[in-house]
């Protein structure tokens, strides 16, 4: 080895930082993709807008804004997140760029991190364009207690993109993937207080929407917020999203396919 | 670095490998490359070659037996190999979307020592095709561009899983030049092929695979030299195989006869086919369609095609019996 190759190597950040530049690219060059990630969650909290102001809002405590904004950040979660990477989870592996990446240096998660990198930053920035867009037309203040908006946001990231990389292993192609990812999306949108608040949902219902993956992310999101959240009803929402992130990365580890079915 | 490392580079012992469904795809084969050698893994489709090589490149983990890559395990110790080998998969794996540089150059951030990537482009000819999309690329280009990326990081061993299927006469002929220099300038190199004029040029030492097993082994001359000779001619009119000197006393192993034509095979080529035309000369006749080759690699691999398809017949008749 020459001197010159030496003090060379890579780091993971390096390595990560290479793979999502290219995958900026093709998110770039993927209009349907990016319209989906770009537009529908910047469109959706709008025809949400006339829905919440028929709800009544004021006896279960909620404003217009506190039920719009958190629902924008959880349909960001789920298109420019969730959705969007299936998609590239099954379109990377069919190509058989998975299979390549991992006979070089990037370690398994750096290859599923790197990947997703431009899909999460997609949606960091549309969700601080929603929360500006809900300041200055809802009349949403400050969260009250960011100490559960950040951590909740961040939960939700990560589930959801782990939740995308198994959803990818049950999809055969870039086409099936649009199918197999509706269940949790319409699960999501109708069960996890997205549409319509667990608040004003019947007692028993409001029970078994309380343990879906993105309720308890939705809960941190609106109760810290506007900060109506109580410290046991925060933890029982942390500890449950810790628990449905944990369970998506463990069965990542445990039964993402890497190829496509031989 | 023990002294083990500086010899066998790649180390196979009995390795196994079971898909899924319960097929064998790898039967317990054994062999290790020496620092610095090209070794060819010879094959039909299906016998093996590249279940054998993803479990070298630490793709998989193996049934059964073990892999060492420069004294590791590619598999569970991947920090410690990946920055020093290299890998052409059978098939290309990069984004259709992309073009050739931008391919290059995120790998090349993936590399340890990467070479500038325009250099390795040049190297295997796609300077030109920079610019374009993966998704124009002819087959022939698409596997040099896997090549150029194998090469990014002056991997002490590479490995190549087909590396010229798809390429024409020329983009053949290049890549053997380019892996005669890589073995040259002290790389190991690790490739499978169904081409056996390729193997026969370019391996020092080749295994043949078949059914998941090493049929034969050693450098192409060994390999060879394993199997007979041939002698094959018309029999001039008139003229029966007993017409000829006894065929024992010449060398000959095996004969058969095809209408007017006799095939011989010797392990004594020069005394063989001197006893057929010492004969000839006296009988005063001449011997058309006359062919005297000495055995080839081909003839050695459809031998051990043929061995070991008559074994596997009388097997199937034993448990049909």
Request: proline fraction near 4%; include cysteine.
């Given at each position: 080895m020459s001197a010159g190759t030496i003090g060379r190597g890579t780091t993971p950040a390096g390595r990560m930082a290479a793979l999502a530049r290219a995958e900026v690219t093709l998110l770039g060059r993927s209009k349907g993709t990016l319209f989906a990630a770009m537009f529908v969650p910047l469109a959706l909290p709008f025809s949400m807008r006339s829905a919440a102001q028929e709800m009544d809002l004021r006896g279960a405590g909620l404003s217009v804004g506190t039920v719009v904004l958190p629902a924008a950040l959880g349909v960001s979660l789920l298109f420019a997140v969730y959705a969007t990477l299936v998609g590239v989870f099954v379109a990377r592996r069919e190509e058989l760029v998975l299979k390549r990446l991992r006979t070089g240096e990037l370690r398994d998660v750096e290859i599923l991190a790197g990947s997703a990198l431009p899909a999460v930053a997609t949606a960091v920035v549309q969700s601080a364009v929603l929360a500006a867009g809900c300041a200055v037309l809802l009349d949403v203040h400050a969260p009250r207690a960011a100490y559960y908006v950040v951590p909740g946001y961040l939960?939700?990231?990560?589930?959801?993109?782990?939740?995308?990389?198994?959803?990818?292993?049950?999809?055969?192609?870039?086409?099936?993937?649009?199918?197999?990812?509706?269940?949790?999306?319409?699960l999501s949108l109708t069960g996890s207080g997205l549409v319509v608040p667990l608040e004003v949902m019947p007692d028993r219902l409001a029970s078994v929407c309380e343990v879906l993956p993105l309720t308890s992310v939705i809960t941190l999101l609106r109760g810290g917020w506007n900060g109506s959240l109580t410290a046991g009803d925060a933890l029982t929402a942390l500890v449950t999203a810790l628990a449905w992130t944990a369970a998506a990365v463990f069965a990542v580890r445990r039964w993402f396919r890497w190829e496509p079915r031989r | 670095m023990n002294a083990n490392e500086h010899d066998h580079v790649i180390e196979v012992t009995d390795l196994r490998r079971v898909y899924g469904g319960g097929f064998e795809a790898v039967r317990g084969i054994t062999f290790h490359v020496k620092?610095?050698?090209?070794?060819?893994?010879?094959?039909?489709?299906?016998?093996?070659?590249?279940?054998?090589?993803?479990?070298?490149?630490?793709?998989?983990?193996?049934?059964?037996?073990?892999?060492?890559?420069?004294?590791?395990?590619p598999f569970t110790d991947r920090a410690a190999v990946r920055p020093r080998t290299g890998v052409m998969l059978q098939e290309g794996g990069f984004p259709a979307e992309l073009t050739v540089a931008e391919t290059a150059r995120m790998w090349a951030g993936c590399v340890s020592g990467a070479r500038p990537y325009a250099d390795v482009l040049d190297l295997v000819g796609l300077a030109g095709k920079a610019g374009v999309r993966v998704k124009q690329l002819s087959g022939g280009e698409r596997r040099r561009l896997d090549l150029a990326l194998a090469l990014l990081g002056d991997p002490e061993v590479l490995f190549l899983d087909e590396p010229t299927t798809g390429l024409d006469a020329e983009g053949r002929r290049d890549t053997w030049e380019l892996v005669r220099a890589l073995r040259d300038a002290g790389t190991t190199v690790l490739?499978?092929?169904?081409?056996?004029e390729e193997a026969e040029g370019l391996?020092?030492?080749?295994?043949?695979?078949?059914?998941?097993?090493?049929?034969?082994?050693?450098?192409?001359?060994?390999?060879?030299?394993?199997?007979?000779?041939?002698?094959?001619?018309?029999?001039?009119?008139?003229?029966?195989?007993g017409d000829l000197p006894p065929l024992d006393t010449l060398g000959v192993l095996t004969h058969e006869v095809d209408g007017r034509v006799v095939r011989l095979r010797t392990r004594e080529l020069q005394r063989a086919a001197t006893g057929v035309l010492v004969w000839a000369e006296r009988a005063g006749v001449e011997l058309r369609r006359l062919d005297v080759r000495s055995a080839s690699l081909e003839e050695a691999f459809l031998g051990i095609a043929r061995e070991a398809s008559a074994e596997a017949d009388a097997r199937g008749e034993a448990v049909a019996a």
């Open positions: 939960l939700g990231v990560v589930m959801c993109a782990a939740l995308a990389a198994v959803t990818a292993s049950w999809s055969r192609s870039t086409e099936s993937a649009q199918v197999t990812t509706m269940p949790f999306i319409l | 620092r610095g050698e090209v070794f060819a893994l010879l094959g039909t489709n299906g016998a093996g070659k590249t279940s054998t090589v993803e479990l070298l490149e630490g793709l998989a983990r193996p049934a059964g037996g073990r892999v060492r890559v420069l004294g590791h395990d490739l499978t092929t169904h081409y056996l391996a020092d030492r080749l295994a043949i695979l078949h059914e998941g097993r090493i049929a034969a082994s050693g450098t192409p001359a060994e390999v060879t030299a394993a199997q007979p000779a041939r002698i094959s001619f018309e029999l001039p009119e008139g003229y029966f195989v």
